[in-house]
């Protein structure tokens, strides 16, 4: 297991459309934070689960935004209905619970360009 | 609620010299982590150096340091001997002990470009 891998690196999407990113945390760890970056700016907390349960949702998740971590391994965050203010990075990250969860390891993000 | 503030958009350095990068804070709380992440270009972001609050030593890793003020709520970064990879987007971040969620909060970042 060579770190967190997230799938696709790049998405391009017409306003309007649904897509859906997929997280693979490291193995091991069973916290798993999604995170929006926007051009120029720090990561934004969207969410995190603690093995399948969704613990804590930000309030810039709206309801078009759903994210999912069925089985406690890897994860899901879909965008329906898509709009041009979604256009970012979407960030996944991973860490232990134990310590706290005090390092996160971080994916390479998924790109999202909405047109 | 808690914020990160880090009021230099962009530093550059020579290779070899040292720069210092600013990071500001506001919480009530009294027991939290900080943090120093490195973004390079195209890549991942990954954990540069962490400080808990209750320490009161200042935490270094390598070429890299961190000046804690608790009571300023001021956390900043020195690169020592910069060298061309260092070149990337740093972001302070804070996490709250509270809750114990892992949950990151960031500044808005520094870029960092290091002259040959």
């Known amino acids: 297991d060579t770190g967190v891998s997230q799938d696709p690196r790049h998405k391009i999407t017409k306003r309007g459309q649904n897509v859906t990113f997929r997280c693979d945390p490291i193995?091991?760890?069973?916290?798993l934070y999604w995170y929006r970056q926007t051009l120029g700016q720090g990561p934004e907390f969207l969410t995190y689960?603690?093995?399948?349960?969704?613990?804590?949702k930000s309030r810039l998740l709206s309801d078009r935004f759903s994210a999912e971590r069925p089985k406690g391994s890897f994860s899901t965050l879909e965008i329906q209905r898509t709009e041009q203010g979604d256009s970012a990075m979407y960030l996944c990250a991973s860490s232990p619970a134990a310590g706290g969860g005090t390092e996160a390891f971080f994916g390479q993000g998924t790109r999202l360009t909405v047109v | 609620a808690q914020t990160v503030t880090q009021s230099q958009p962009e530093m550059s350095v020579q290779e070899a010299e040292t720069v210092t990068l600013s990071c500001t804070y506001d919480?009530?709380?009294?027991?939290?982590?900080l943090f120093w992440y490195k973004q390079p270009p195209s890549r991942q972001m990954i954990l540069v150096i962490r400080?808990?609050?209750?320490?009161?030593q200042n935490a270094t890793e390598n070429r890299f340091s961190v000046n804690f003020q608790k009571a300023a709520k001021s956390f900043s970064l020195k690169i020592s001997d910069s060298q061309l990879g260092d070149t990337a987007m740093y972001f302070c971040?804070?996490?709250?002990?509270?809750?114990?969620?892992?949950?990151?909060?960031f500044g808005q970042g520094t870029t960092l470009q290091v002259k040959p």
């Open positions: 193995s091991e760890h069973n916290r």
């Open positions: 689960f603690q093995n399948e349960a969704q613990l804590e």
């Open positions: 919480t009530s709380e009294s027991n939290y982590y």
């Open positions: 971040a804070f996490m709250s002990y509270s809750g114990n969620t892992g949950k990151l909060i």
């Open positions: 400080q808990e609050a209750y320490k009161q």
